[in-house]
């Protein structure tokens, strides 16, 4: 069974860095996308950032371009995410995700695989 447990969400300050990290059981990640999405309250999740297969190409969302880096350690079956010059607009429950096939992009719909969250807050 596939687990996705999020670690390393807390509060900081506007300015601040946090590094999220997903780590991912009864699968090696190594060729399969992983992603981050959000959800801040009352508004609808959203895309973050993703990683492709292996150590591939990344992408991010407008809003945290230059500011989020996406990484993984397949040896450690984990992804990071680490976010500098935090916002509170960035304030969320960051969730992990990834498809249920290999070599296959992430969704972003209820097919993939969701880690539970973990709540980022940022203070203004």
């Known amino acids: 069974q596939v687990q996705l447990v999020e670690s390393g969400g807390g509060l900081v300050q506007t300015g601040g860095s946090l590094r999220l990290s997903c780590a991912a059981s009864?699968?090696?990640?190594?060729?399969?996308?992983m992603g981050w999405f959000r959800q801040a309250p009352g508004k609808e999740r959203e895309f973050v950032a993703a990683?492709?297969?292996?150590?591939?190409?990344?992408s991010y969302a407008d809003s945290v371009k230059g500011r989020f880096t996406i990484s993984r350690d397949n040896a450690k079956n984990t992804v990071y995410l680490q976010m500098n010059s935090l916002k509170p607009e960035d304030t969320a429950v960051y969730y992990c995700?990834?498809?249920?096939?290999?070599?296959?992009?992430?969704?972003?719909?209820?097919?993939?695989?969701w880690g539970k969250g973990t709540l980022v807050t940022v203070s203004s």
């Open positions: 009864g699968r090696t990640i190594s060729t399969y996308a």
């Open positions: 995700a990834s498809p249920p096939q290999p070599y296959r992009a992430i969704t972003g719909r209820n097919g993939d695989y």
């Open positions: 990683i492709m297969w292996f150590g591939g190409s990344t």
